[in-house]
């Protein structure tokens, strides 16, 4: 078998648990690890539910990068068929972070070919109708019938917005990367925030035409630092997939996916947002 991306619409905790369950102890019967990754609000009814049965339980990562690399672990973990439950796309997701969940959802159809099943719980009541559109798309499988609205290739993305016009700019090559962690430093950046900015900066001279300009900015009580160059990022799955030690590049961006809140990553532009304070409602 190969992968099996499923989604599933509830009502209420009556309805979450109608849905899952079933899905759950099909997979126990059959000797298939389980894995669920979900918000706390999820997860509690679910574990009062399963008892003692054996299954992982685990608070889905607030970055939606490191959803297909937290999968990917699970998936070699086990040598034959695994199930999964995931729940990256709920009611407290907003703006840039809503639509990088939903690039991820699309992305996870072309990043796994094993025998994988997963299945992606969606709140009904709670989520807009764009959003459930959006879910119908990105998920072959929808309420246990062929979607008939899946689009196999990712999810297309406009252009990141411009920063704001009272951004800190500066212009760097290979020579001046040290001037780009200063920046990051002097605006209050702690030091894993100035090693994302770093190393995505430093993709930009090895990859973008040897040179960059870096805009810095805070929303409320993030930092957010904007990376833009030449170069286009051809690998959709760039950043998500662990890179081999021996590769030429891939190192920059699978760091920053590691250490920030949220990386948005767009033709010729990296966003990265500093880790400090959740970007949940």
């Not at 297909?68 to 709920?90: A, C, L, M, Q, T």
Request: charged share 25%; glycine share 10%.
């Amino acid at each position: 078998m190969a992968f099996t991306h499923q989604a599933l619409r509830y009502v209420g905790t009556d309805g979450l648990l109608d849905g899952v369950l079933p899905y759950i102890h099909e997979g126990l019967q059959r000797g298939e690890p389980v894995r669920v990754a979900a918000r706390l609000e999820t997860l509690a009814p679910l574990r009062d539910a399963l008892g003692d049965a054996p299954v992982e339980l685990v608070e889905i990562d607030h970055n939606p990068a490191r959803i297909i690399p937290f999968w990917r672990e699970f998936v070699e973990k086990h040598s034959g068929p695994v199930r999964g439950v995931g729940e990256p796309v709920w009611a407290g997701r907003r703006g840039a972070e809503l639509v990088e969940c939903q690039l991820h959802e699309s992305l996870m159809n072309i990043a796994f070919v094993e025998d994988f099943t997963l299945l992606c719980p969606h709140d009904a009541e709670a989520l807009d109708e764009r959003v459930l559109h959006e879910m119908c798309c990105s998920h072959p499988v929808v309420d246990g019938a062929p979607s008939p609205h899946f689009r196999s290739d990712p999810l297309p993305l406009a252009p990141l917005p411009p920063p704001p016009s009272g951004a800190r700019v500066l212009g760097f090559e290979i020579e001046t990367l040290s001037e780009v962690r200063q920046l990051v430093r002097d605006a209050g950046g702690d030091p894993d925030f100035v090693l994302a900015v770093d190393e995505v900066a430093i993709n930009s001279v090895m990859h973008g035409g040897g040179r960059g300009i870096v805009r810095l900015w805070r929303e409320d009580e993030t930092l957010v630092c904007d990376v833009r160059d030449q170069g286009i990022i051809r690998d959709p799955l760039a950043g998500r997939t662990r890179p081999d030690v021996d590769a030429f590049g891939g190192r920059g961006l699978w760091i920053a996916n590691a250490v920030c809140q949220l990386v948005q990553i767009r033709p010729g532009a990296v966003r990265v947002r500093s880790a400090r304070q959740p970007l949940l409602a």
